[in-house]
């Protein structure tokens, strides 16, 4: 017999260094006694009865009955001393009897030393690794179908009972709490009742039994013995400090325990001395120091995660090959600390490496490039060997090698090698000589096509297996399937034939996967061995031939038992995306996954390198955008802001590939849009967008309004010829498909903004590209994609997805039919056949996790399907494989998704999958798409509706867009609107856009802003027809004959007088371009809840100081009018275009100073000119006789010198002369439409006839002095003298230059009043008329006026004695004229009584005629319209008693001499006017001016800048009326009848009048009588047939709309004594005086709407993080697809059904937010809170913030600071002290007005904002915020922007933003310039703070919830 001593040595255990002492008190701690006793050896005695011998324990071998399941090769020569002890403490247990659990750190040891003892005792084993899909099914019984009936196989537990084998369980931490209860009382009492009805009894009853009874008795009782050899060895993590979940108490107590820590540190060291020979022994010391020194207490305390030990001789194996490689950088590879550790764990890493000095120095070299690749020497199959350069030299290795060719490398391919890429490969190469390897980047930057290329280099056919969350274990590894008889069989996942076969598999995405499902695949990876489901083993290679050799069996009979070598090149490559450094979600690189792999760091491209891959790849790119579009991306790369980085993940390389493919094919295309269209800028949260635009102008990457304007004015078409389909400038042929029912066919109205849409997605389309759509809902993607394939002919799937989509969905439907199971293709696979596209509808409803797996479709094109098929690329990939679908070369897929982020809520679809896609944002049509869409859905509703509901609807998607509303009110809505209008035309617009904001009714403060906003476009929702409100009329005097005008019969020569023109050529002086500046107009509807005759108002945005001086209209066609109004204080002109919503302004400052003091106060009118000088104007300033010619079309000024220098009007008199001397010149812009004007000097005696086109003055010298000029026609000009007012007539010729005389004829006039028996009126009486037209009356308006049928030449004119007088005959016929007037009661002038308004500032003016008269004749509406202050207005006749009339800028006065009646109509006060009350009243008597607007329209606009359009004229009035009553609609007040039409049979006889009943009784149908309701052919109301509707007059009794709407009185009463009466309770609850609550009121009341908005959004992230999970294995629920099988073999747990999701065990706790506010309370708030409120908006903002957060404290717990003179840290609110009512509420708002009312001055904003952001992270929370409040005016305490920026980023867990309250000057937009995009706000109007505060906790908060 002989003996065989294994030695297991443990080195020389000489003394390590002390500190190593130090780290690892544990070198063999428990085994003391052992230790001293020397070393322990174990003895293997063969024989018959062969004994194994540890130390002291004996145990005796018994002869495996199926030796095939003993473990192989895990024996080394040298066993460590510390095994040794552990081998001998199982024996120990094992000869007890006792179940054994091995607890210790991850990593393969443990398995090891239990495979090590079986292999020792000669055991079989039932190895099972639990995760966390195992179920009891897994551990007892499966059923399976064999021919058509259900039977069970037994599983691992229960094989290993019977047959006496030895179970070894791996990773109990990992299942499911209920699973392993299973095998409690097999653990105990070796008993357990199976589900087939068997029964296991432990070895000592069931052979006592057999004492008893007979062996076949017990088999009928199906009594089976649990061998005494079965033994059950527990393998676990400890789980407080490893997360999983924690050993279940019962169960615990069944294991006995071993602590199997990793090995001691001196035998670690003799083993790596016996692998690492070439490197010195002191760096392998070094090495495992460090790495010790990172696992100890101390470094799991700094939350560092443990070093994987048992890597290490992977690493020392690599620096074996490369002795002279950094060793820093191999431990990189083993723990890639700089990917997974935030700071201060790098740091202390780093620390460690360098107190170990492995940091690297100089001398440590990294390898460069691989340079050759070749097949080892023929006797080593599937090795190659590789040659890689590092530094001078070159090593070369063996690594194992692919089944395929080897390629001869290097070689060029499509792959472009970089000298970062070229490292890559060769770092991977090190790594694959000796383990699996993890390569770790970002989104995009090349993961898989590094390897790709890496599997190509060494020649391995891929396998690539996209990983979702929901995957299991068994779709890793098995799934089910039916064979065809029905039988249930077992299908070998892609990764087990890879396995099998030597392929490369990619594992992609393992950071999505659940870490529990993980756990099967770590003895596939450490051990190379598997055990399947269906008891299938793979084995490594050698214990493979091993087995073979010592069983003596051919590879058939192995296969026969299911056993199945792992082919030797097989690896394993898994790609991830870098673990979020601080996020709440769990790490999943942790100590267990580092174990597994080697990392590689997959760094995005530097600059130059991404250039060279742009170039190559793209070889005719413009390369100076692809500069830029580079230096942006790295720009953004390189931040440390967050949201920067944010937008840097959509700019991977992949993304910036695409760009450059789109710019090379369209060169003309703007970079900016490209930009902009790969972030989806769109839909950006405001900060990020803010950060982009400023990043983008940074790298000067702009985009000019010209370009916008060019895209917007470029002609979109799409046509089709002979088979091309050319959409814009775009074109691709026709597609040809036979299947015609696929292709989509759809109404679809073309629009320029839709065309672009479509323009842009075929130029991806045809590069290849997948679409993905993104926009609110209803902007019309479906009908976009629809109309796009319809166009092409293309077939399209269609999938719509939701919550509940899981992959099986997307790709098979599994079903049974007849017992078997078969496969229906989804509409993805159906696509990928037949090559259709793929439209995938609402893609962000469905989980990501889901949708993910389109991502290996779109890149590799390949994806395995659940019945095994795949989808491969191309043919090349098929060689005969059989179940491979090739993807048709015309598949692709359009995704279409909701925009991310509230309210939609979905999943972050392009967050995920953005990058694959070319992604389009689809947004609202322009509003002329718009527009012409709605006419085509709506051609008979009239335009201005549409135009209306355009306008509102844009505005209220810009508000959704700021934020202000919640939901995006889309195109979808407006087409619902429009076609219920075009249907039933009857009905009111008011009452069909409830049919949208109905849903809003019930929110009030949403309700608000709609109703403001429709009202704005004059939408009258909520009118009611009767609400006309037209100014009350009075009547007009009659009119009397007032006698002639004679002209003076030319015969007497002293009456006629020639005067003489001369004519001059003008000097021009310019042209000088001035800014002209746009600005946004509010333009109001004003005929909304009521109609009155004003019809819309919007306000100029003039400065306090300014007031307006003149206001002139083009006199153009209606629509396009334009409005000129000039202010003089300083010099302005504001023009619009009277129907949009945007005005320019052109500062005239410079050219008109302003003087000090009174002396000169400029007064400027304008005159517009026409065609073809439209859009000049002239403009005149009145006391200096400026003229000049502005240019509104591009700014050009030029300045007209009228007369030559030495006729210039004397210099300006001395500032004493008094200033009422001074005269004035005028200008006559009456024809300046024909570009003519007339200026004259009062009391001067020249007219200067400037005529524009010619560059001519005409001058005609008077024989009389001016006082006014009218210009009644053009060739007839009446002139009034200065002292006497007598009146003169001036003809000249039409066609001045052609008469070489030039001279005009001047009549003297005179008036002869009727001879009615009073005297001879005396000259001094002639008065002067305010106005006088220039034009005629029509014949109808003056045969009206005048009471008579009168046709001749008249004029209209009106002075301070009558409303109107018209003169007939003048000035044509030179025969006497008639004049008619209509007389006031008393003159205007006399009444110069003070007015009521005290502010009113007409009546302190001393004496002179005010400069603007406001009067203005309408001739088309025979009116006269003048404005007059209210004291000459009869407010008594206009109001009743008891009304105070309004405050007003003055009335207008209609004169309507049509009608003979007046009305008074008062134009509302202006907002703000300016202080200088004596000017401003010598411009007008009524704080308003006046202008006609067409021919029937007129235009006011008040001294504030207040601008109204009135409508006057009777017929338009009423025609309006009529359009705004069918806007509400009718349907108020009659009553609806519901009739059923039954064909009476009886036919429509032919239509007739009908009896009339002599009576008039009412009669109801019949058919009979005339007037009655509801019958046939008779005239009457509601029947058929009749010929028209005849009232009889029969009164209907019906109770108004209004009454019935109306509550009681005394409900009303009730309700609000109810609420008064809870009210003052509250307050007495809570200790609040009622003065207290209003002046809190003041506070919330206005943040309400913010408070509320907010309040919704965080409800909202309540819900979506409260959204449940599918659970499966459930005995109840739906049934679970993947589990069909089982539920044919009859298993229980096979639905799934939602749930709350248990937290991952181990997963942080969920921490809430913590923000903090830090407020201003300096001195400076209070000082200039009377300047801008400053301090009442900083008390808002903190009402708004403690109102918003209450009740979700457990969410965001919040402070609030405040800062000033005083100190940087004044404790407002303390996040535990919160306060919970309006009265603790009120109390904080109290102490900061008190405190900014007494502090001292200073200004701590920066230490303020430094001690929040240090103090705030103290506190464990998920994120943290800190939003200063502070005003600008930093420079003032010497603090620079630069140094507040850097505050701002000191952390970059917290998120700062910084706010700014008024400032003084520009300071704060200076400040923002300098500060970090997207950190800082600028509030000038303070009502922005609560916005903005909004806006902050949307963008940021939401992305991260």
């Known amino acids: 017999m002989q003996s065989r001593v294994l030695y297991l040595s443990g080195g020389a255990g000489a003394p390590a260094a002390r500190r190593v002492r130090l780290l690892l008190r544990q070198v063999l701690g428990g085994d003391a006694a052992a230790a001293r006793s020397g070393r322990l050896e174990v003895r293997a005695l063969h024989g018959k009865g062969d004994t194994v011998t540890i130390g002291d324990v004996s145990f005796k071998l018994k002869t495996p ?373 993890c390569l770790i980047g970002g989104k995009g930057c090349g993961k898989t096509v590094i390897a790709k290329e890496f599997a190509d280099i060494l020649g391995y056919s891929i396998e690539p297996i996209m990983l979702y969350q929901d995957m299991t274990a068994r779709d890793l590894l098995q799934q089910r399937y039916t064979l065809p008889n029905g039988d249930t069989a077992w299908r070998p996942s892609p990764l087990v034939t890879a396995a099998l076969e030597g392929k490369l598999v990619i594992l992609d995405g393992i950071h999505r996967i659940n870490p529990g499902t993980l756990a099967v695949l770590q003895r ?478 019930y929110n009030n403060e949403m309700r608000e802003i709609l109703i403001n906003t429709l009202h704005k476009y004059g939408i009258p929702i909520g009118a009611k027809p009767t609400n006309v409100q037209l100014a009350k009329e009075l009547p007009l005097p009659d009119h009397k004959f007032m006698g002639y005008w004679k002209v003076t019969e030319p015969g007497n020569a002293q009456q006629k007088l020639l005067c003489p023109t001369e004519t001059q050529k003008i000097d021009v002086k310019g042209p000088v371009y001035l800014n002209i500046q746009g600005f946004p107009l509010e333009r109001h509807e004003a005929r909304s809840l009521s109609f009155t005759e004003q019809l819309a108002f919007w306000t100029l945005p003039l400065e306090e100081v300014n007031f307006v001086c003149d206001v002139a209209v083009t006199k153009e066609e209606e629509a396009e009018n334009v409005l000129y109004v000039t202010a003089c204080n300083p010099v302005s002109l504001f023009f619009m275009n009277v129907s949009s919503n945007s005005g320019y302004f052109v500062d005239l400052y410079d050219l008109f100073p302003r003087t000090v003091g009174s002396v000169w106060q400029p007064f400027v009118t304008v005159a517009p000119l026409g065609n073809p000088l439209k859009g000049q104007v002239v403009l005149h300033e009145e006391e200096s006789n400026v003229v000049l010619l502005l240019d509104t079309n591009n700014g050009a000024l030029r300045h007209l010198l009228l007369l030559p220098a030495d006729q210039e009007s004397p210099k300006r008199s001395s500032w004493w002369s008094s200033k009422e001397e001074r005269s004035n010149y005028k200008m006559c812009r009456e024809f300046s439409h024909k570009n003519w004007l007339v200026f004259y000097k009062e009391a001067g005696n020249r007219l200067i006839v400037l005529d524009v086109l010619e560059g001519q003055t005409h001058t005609i010298s008077l024989p009389i002095n001016l006082k006014s000029v009218f210009l009644v026609a053009e060739d ?154 209210p004291g000459d207005v009869p407010l008594k006749d206009i109001y009743p008693k008891d009304v105070t009339p309004p405050q007003a800028a003055g009335y207008l006065e209609v004169t309507d001499l049509n009608a003979k009646k007046i009305k008074y109509i008062a134009i509302p006060r202006s907002q703000s006017l300016s202080p200088y009350t004596a000017w401003l009243s010598k411009i007008s008597d009524a704080d308003a001016l006046l202008a006609p607007l067409g021919k029937v329209g007129l235009v006011s606009v008040d001294m504030g800048g207040g601008v109204r359009l009135w409508e006057t004229g009777l017929e338009s009035l009423q025609r309006s009326l009529q359009d705004w009553r069918n806007m509400i609609g009718q349907e108020d007040g009659h009553p609806v009848q519901i009739t059923i039409q039954r064909d009476s049979g009886l036919d429509v006889s032919s239509p007739k009048h009908g009896k009339v009943d002599p009576d008039n009784m009412p009669h109801v149908g019949g058919n009979t009588w005339a007037g009655g309701t509801g019958g046939r052919d008779t005239a009457g109301l509601g029947g058929k047939g009749g010929p028209y509707r005849l009232d009889a007059g029969h009164r209907v009794y019906q109770i108004s709309q209004a009454e019935k709407d109306a509550v009681p009185e005394e409900v009303k009463r009730a309700a609000r004594e109810m609420g008064e009466k809870a009210f003052k309770q509250r307050l007495k609850e809570i200790q609040m005086s009622e003065y207290d609550a209003s002046t809190y009121e003041r506070f919330s009341g206005a943040v309400r709407r913010q408070v509320q908005s907010l309040r919704i959004i965080l409800d909202n992230l309540q819900a979506k993080g409260k959204e449940r999970h599918w659970l499966r294995h459930q005995a109840v629920g739906e049934l679970d697809d993947a589990k069909i099988i089982d539920g044919l073999t009859g298993e229980k747990a096979i639905y799934k059904r939602r749930g709350e999701l248990e937290p991952q065990p181990g997963s942080p706790q969920q921490k809430p937010k913590r923000l903090r506010l830090v407020v201003d309370v300096s001195g400076s708030m209070y000082r200039f809170n009377g300047v801008d409120g400053r301090l009442e908006r900083s008390m808002e903002a903190v009402c708004m913030v403690m109102e918003a957060f209450e009740n979700y404290e457990h969410k965001f717990k919040y402070d609030i600071v405040g800062h000033s003179g005083d100190g940087f840290d004044i404790a407002l609110v303390g996040s535990d002290k919160v306060p919970k009512n309006n009265k603790q509420r009120l109390e904080i708002l109290k102490t900061m007005h008190a405190h900014a009312q007494f502090c001292m001055s200073g200004d701590h904003t920066l230490e303020g904002t430094e001690h929040a952001i240090r103090e705030i992270t103290k506190e464990e929370a998920d994120e943290y915020f800190v939003i200063v409040l502070s005003d600008a005016n930093l420079e003032r305490y010497g603090i620079r922007p630069s140094r507040f920026a850097q505050v701002l980023t000191t952390n970059a867990q917290v998120n700062a933003f910084a706010i700014f309250i008024g400032s003084l000057g520009d300071q704060a937009d200076r400040l923002q310039r300098m500060l970090p995009a997207g950190r800082s706000f600028i509030a000038m109007d303070t009502k922005e703070i609560p916005q903005i505060l909004q806006q902050i906790f949307t963008s940021t908060m939401l992305s991260s919830a």
């Open 524 to 1001: 596939l990876i450490h051990d190379r061995e598997l055990t399947l489901y269906d008891g299938t083993r793979l084995l490594r290679e050698d214990r493979y031939q091993n087995l073979k050799e010592e069983l003596q069996i051919s590879e058939e009979k192995l296969q026969e038992r299911s056993i199945f070598p792992i082919h030797p090149s097989f690896r394993i490559v898994v790609l991830a995306e870098p673990p979020v450094i601080g996020s709440s979600t769990q790490q999943w690189l942790g100590p267990e996954f580092l174990t597994l792999f080697l990392f590689h760091n997959v760094r995005s491209l530097s600059k130059s390198e991404e250039i060279e891959v742009i170039k190559k790849m793209i070889p005719n790119v413009p390369s100076v955008a692809v500069e830029q579009l580079l230096s942006l991306t790295h720009k953004l790369r390189e931040t440390n802001d967050t949201t920067a980085q944010s937008l840097a993940s959509s700019l991977s390389t992949r993304q910036l590939l695409r760009i450059c493919r789109r710019l090379s094919q369209h060169p003309d295309e703007s970079l900016y849009y490209a930009v902009n269209k790969a972030c989806l800028s769109r839909f950006l949260p405001n900060l990020a967008r803010s950060a982009l635009h400023k990043n983008l102008q940074d790298c000067g990457i702009e985009t000019s309004p010209d370009e916008t304007k060019k895209l917007e004015e470029k002609h979109y078409t799409c046509e089709i010829n002979n088979g091309i389909l050319k959409i814009g400038s775009v074109s691709i042929p026709i597609y040809d498909s036979a299947e015609k029912m696929k292709v989509p066919d759809v109404l679809f109205y073309e629009n320029a903004q839709h065309m672009m849409v479509m323009e842009d997605m075929l130029k991806d389309f045809l590069l290849g590209e997948h679409l993905l759509l993104v926009g609110n809902q209803g902007v019309g993607k479906n009908k976009v994609v629809d109309r796009f394939l319809h166009l092409l002919n293309r077939p399209r799937e269609y999938l719509q997805l939701h919550r509940d989509t899981t992959v099986q969905s997307l790709t098979l439907q599994p079903s049974v039919k007849d017992g078997l199971i078969i496969y229906e293709d989804s509409p993805l696979v159906r696509a990928v056949k037949f090559g259709r596209i793929l439209v995938i509808d609402e893609a962000d409803k469905a989980p990501t996790n889901v949708t993910c797996i389109l991502k290996t479709l779109v890149e590799s094109g390949e994806m395995v399907l659940s019945d095994g098929r795949r989808i491969v690329a191309n043919n090349a990939h098929v060689e005969g494989r059989e179940n491979v679908i090739v993807i048709h070369p015309d598949f692709r897929m359009i995704v279409l998704a909701n925009r991310p982020g509230f309210p939609f809520l979905g999943n972050d679809f392009f967050g995920t999958l953005g990058d694959i896609f070319s992604c389009h944002a689809v947004d609202n049509p322009k509003p002329e798409s718009e527009l012409a869409m709605l006419r085509q859905y709506g051609p008979d509703v009239p335009e201005q509706i549409l135009q209306k509901l355009v306008a509102a609807f844009g505005e209220l998607r810009s508000l959704a867009d700021q934020g202000i509303i919640n939901y995006p009110y889309s195109t979808r809505e407006v087409v619902n609107i429009v076609k219920h209008l075009q249907k039933f035309p009857t009905e009111g617009l008011a009452s069909v856009v409830r049919n949208v904001f109905d849903f809003d009714s």
């Open 1276 to 1429: 007839r000009w009446l002139l009034v003298e200065n002292e006497t007012n007598q009146k003169f007539l001036l003809t000249k010729q039409a066609n001045m230059e052609a008469e070489d005389s030039g001279v005009c004829q001047l009549y003297a006039m005179s008036e002869e009043p009727a001879d009615m028996g009073f005297g001879l009126t005396t000259a001094s009486e002639l008065c002067v008329p305010h106005a006088v037209s220039s034009d005629q009356l029509s014949s109808e308006n003056l045969s009206a006026a005048v009471g008579q049928k009168i046709i001749s030449p008249n004029r209209v004119f009106s002075d301070e004695h009558n409303y109107a007088t018209i003169v007939i005959g003048f000035p044509d016929l030179l025969s006497p004229s008639e004049v008619y007037s209509w007389k006031r009661n008393s003159s205007l002038s006399c009444k110069r009584a003070s007015p009521s308004d005290p502010f009113y500032y007409g009546a302190q003016r001393k004496k002179g005629a005010a400069k603007q008269t406001n009067c203005v004749t309408l001739l088309a509406s025979n009116q006269i319209v003048r404005i007059l202050a």
């Open 65 to 437: 009955k199926n030796p095939e399941f003993v473990p192989q090769n895990y024996m080394t020569d040298s066993l460590a001393q510390a095994v040794v002890h552990h081998l001998r403490w199982i024996m120990q247990k094992d000869l007890l009897g006792q179940d054994v659990f091995l607890i210790g750190p991850p990593g393969p040891l443990r398995r090891s030393i239990a495979m090590q003892y079986l292999e020792l005792t000669k055991r079989e084993v039932e190895y099972i690794a639990l995760s966390r899909d195992t179920t009891e099914t897994d551990l007892k019984q499966r059923r399976e179908i064999r021919d058509g009936s259900a039977f069970y196989l037994d599983q691992c537990a229960v094989r290993a009972a019977t047959e006496g084998r030895i179970l070894v369980l791996e990773g109990l931490e990992k299942a499911e709490r209920n699973v392993l209860p299973v095998l409690n009382n097999l653990l105990e009492n070796r008993e357990m009742q199976l589900e087939d009805g068997r029964f296991l009894m432990s070895a000592e009853r069931y052979d006592k039994l057999l004492q008893s009874h007979t062996k076949s008795e017990l088999d009928a009782w199906k009594i089976v013995r649990v061998s005494e050899d079965f033994r059950v060895i527990a393998l676990g993590l400890p789980v407080p400090k490893y997360s999983g979940n924690p050993l279940d108490p019962p169960l615990r107590s069944r294991f006995q325990a071993r602590d199997v820590y990793h090995l001691p540190f001196k035998d670690h060291l003799q083993l790596l001395y016996s692998i690492g020979s070439n490197i010195s022994t002191e760096r392998i010391s070094q090495l495992l120091s460090f790495a010790t020194t990172l696992c100890s207490q101390e470094s799991s305390t700094l939350g560092l995660p443990d070093f994987p030990l048992d890597s290490l001789s992977a690493a020392v194996q690599i620096l074996d090959s490369f002795p002279m490689m950094s060793v820093q950088h191999v431990i990189d590879r083993l723990y890639p600390y700089n990917v997974f550790l935030g700071k201060e764990g790098r740091t202390a890493v780093k620390d460690a490496l360098k107190r170990f000095e492995l940091h690297d120095s100089k001398s440590h070299l990294l390898p460069q490039k691989i340079t050759k690749v070749e097949s080892a020497h023929r006797n080593k199959p599937f090795k190659a060997d590789v040659t890689v350069q590092i530094g001078e030299k070159e090593v070369t290795f063996q690594v194992p090698a692919g089944t395929a060719l080897l390629k001869n490398y290097p070689r060029s391919d499509t792959f472009i090698k970089t000298s970062s890429h070229n490292q890559l490969l060769a770092e991977m190469m090190q790594s694959h000589m000796v383990k699996d390897m």
